[in-house]
């Protein structure tokens, strides 16, 4: 069994920048491949990024390549996104996610509770 707790997310203004963390319990985190999902009001989840605990690549959804970076610390069983110039339509509930499948595409097997991020135009 895994848990996932989010934190960083908040209030920001379009054009700002957020660090989202997610701490993981378990021993294993490492072998995890950890992703990052939002949902908007009325939209359904969509995956954001995602990285592999393999060989610590990663994938990004279009809309956010060039400005999210997704990061890993294995010693601290965390995992990190890093985004940059927000924009008003990446506000969203942001979700962890761990899976033990090796494949970006999930399946996810552990989630957490969520954060909200807000960007204000």
């Known amino acids: 069994q895994v848990q996932l707790v989010e934190s960083g997310g908040g209030l920001v203004q379009a054009g700002g920048s957020l660090r989202l963390s997610c701490a993981a319990s378990?021993?294993?985190?490492?072998?995890?491949?950890m992703g990052w999902f939002r949902q908007a009001p009325g939209n359904e989840r969509e995956s954001v990024a995602s990285i592999s605990g393999s060989d610590g690549s990663t994938n990004y959804a279009y809309s956010v390549k060039g400005r999210f970076t997704i990061s890993r610390d294995n010693a601290r069983n965390t995992v990190y996104l890093q985004m940059i110039r927000l924009k008003p339509e990446d506000t969203a509930v942001y979700f962890c996610?761990?899976?033990?499948?090796?494949?970006?595409?999930?399946?996810?097997?552990?989630w957490g509770q969520g954060t909200q991020v807000t960007v204000s135009s």
């Open positions: 996610a761990a899976g033990r499948s090796s494949y970006h595409s999930g399946p996810y097997d552990y």
């Open positions: 378990g021993r294993t985190f490492s072998r995890y491949t």
